[in-house]
């Protein structure tokens, strides 16, 4: 099993002036201490389960391409990007770009968007529901040709590209892994199988059923669906002093034994605790084989 830390509270205690160099220094972190990804948000204002509206956000793959000049190791994505905010011919030329300048480090993460409120208040697009899955689809399509050499056009019902020219490719063979986040059963999991290297899914108690609902998709496409890594968001904190390790611990070994590969954390006080070094000590050694 693997850990990854994901940066969603930007509320450092410097507040904007030292922004730049406290997100460096917990990025460095991490990547010290051998967590497997580092992942922000693809949101342009704080979401309600982390904190107020107004609290800091900063746009995704600008900080992506900032925490690549920063880091060494770690995979790197945005978890998850909102498929609507950018146009997916410039979507995949962002990730190409960030997989070159991290030597191969870009991850795809993708989902169908949600937050309504932050795109109204700055204009960005957010069709119905039906329509943003019809996109999240094409998107995923576009990827693939804009992966490959061919330059091949794509004309979709919601997508038009005459040349899907994409130079340079990627670093990473056959391209960055796509990790798409949603739990959907109709439509989610059925794309994780047809396209995706990875899904993404919650610790809550239906878990096993969205894995079983994820296997059923992959026999129905003929996947294997040992091919599609299994990941979980969580929040799981090991105390300011390492009195809840045991209880993470716990809660790993739980998710490991229900096929769970990577769980991807969110931390409090990330930039003012040791809570990245307690993990990194007294949890990454004893995960490392399940």
């Known amino acids: 099993m693997k850990l990854g830390i994901h940066l969603a509270n930007l509320t450092f205690p410097g507040g904007t002036a030292t922004l730049a160099d406290d997100l460096a220094r917990v990025a460095r972190q991490a990547d010290d201490l051998g967590f497997a990804r580092i992942s922000v948000m693809d949101h342009v204002?704080?979401?309600?389960?982390?904190?107020?509206v107004d609290d800091p956000m900063l746009e995704a793959y600008t900080t992506l391409g900032f925490l690549a000049a920063h880091t060494r190791r770690a995979q790197l994505l945005a978890w998850v990007t909102a498929v609507?905010?950018?146009?997916?011919?410039?979507?995949?030329?962002?990730?190409?770009?960030?997989?070159?300048?991290?030597?191969?480090?870009?991850?795809?993460g993708i989902g169908a968007a949600w937050n309504d409120e932050e795109a109204a208040g700055l204009g960005l697009p957010f069709p119905p529901t039906k329509e943003r899955f019809e996109r999240l689809e094409e998107t995923l399509q576009i990827h693939q040709l804009m992966w490959t050499d061919t330059q091949e056009p794509f004309h979709g019902r919601h997508y038009t590209l005459t040349?899907?020219?994409?130079?340079?490719?990627?670093?990473?063979?056959?391209?960055?892994?796509?990790?798409?986040?949603?739990?959907?059963?109709?439509?989610?999991?059925?794309?994780?199988?047809?396209?995706a290297d990875a899904c993404n899914l919650f610790d809550t108690p239906d878990?096993?059923?969205?894995?079983?609902?994820?296997?059923?998709h992959c026999a129905d496409l003929g996947r294997d669906e040992a091919e599609v890594e299994k990941t979980v968001m969580a929040r799981l904190d090991p105390g300011a002093d390492g009195e809840g390790v045991d209880d993470v611990l716990a809660s790993l070994r739980r998710l490991a034994d229900?096929?769970?590969?990577?769980?991807?954390?969110?931390?409090?006080?990330?930039a003012s605790s040791d809570r990245l070094q307690i993990l990194g000590e007294r949890v990454l050694p004893q995960i490392a084989d399940w």
């Open 84 to 108: 609507v905010y950018r146009e997916p011919g410039l979507l995949a030329k962002c990730v190409t770009t960030l997989d070159v300048l991290s030597g191969g480090r870009a991850m795809l």
């Open 163 to 195: 040349r899907t020219l994409n130079h340079p490719q990627p670093i990473s063979r056959p391209h960055p892994p796509i990790l798409i986040g949603g739990g959907g059963e109709k439509k989610t999991l059925r794309m994780v199988a047809q396209y």
């Open 45 to 52: 204002w704080q979401i309600g389960p982390v904190g107020p």
């Open 258 to 270: 229900l096929g769970i590969q990577h769980v991807h954390l969110g931390l409090p006080d990330i």
């Open 207 to 216: 878990l096993a059923h969205k894995l079983e609902v994820l296997r059923g």
